[in-house]
């Protein structure tokens, strides 16, 4: 069964903005980060951002800093990623994650959560 779901990609020119969404599910145990990685065709999948669902504190990616901004809803069911001014750099599959603690967020390994992607496309 899905416990995170991803919405809100789509298409976009240079410079337009998206607002990604993350649904998770009732199921998590003790998963108190939550994360956005994306992936481009031929490329390694690398950390954008993450949110401690607890005390709420984030961490950027240097290359979105400034651009990119992550929250959660009041229920923290619901994760988003605000993502503004964006570039052709910025294209590929946005996946959402869970692990226990932010620290090293990161690093992949000890996400034990991964929602099945939204396609995220900017065109010059």
């Known amino acids: 069964q899905v416990q995170l779901v991803e919405s809100g990609g789509g298409s976009v020119q240079t410079g337009g903005s998206l607002k990604l969404s993350c649904a998770r599910s009732?199921?998590?145990?003790?998963?108190?980060?939550m994360a956005w990685f994306r992936q481009a065709p031929g490329k390694e999948r690398e950390g954008v951002a993450s949110?401690?669902?607890?005390?709420?504190?984030?961490h950027y990616a240097d290359s979105v800093k400034g651009r990119f901004s992550i929250s959660q809803d009041n229920d923290k069911k619901t994760m988003f990623l605000q993502m503004n001014s964006l570039k052709p750099e910025d294209t590929g599959m946005y996946y959402c994650a869970a692990r226990q603690l932010c620290e090293n967020w990161v690093r992949e390994n000890g996400y034990n959560y991964w929602g099945q992607g939204t396609q995220v496309t900017v065109s010059s």
């Open positions: 009732r199921r998590f145990i003790a998963s108190n980060c």
């Open positions: 949110i401690d669902s607890i005390g709420g504190s984030t």
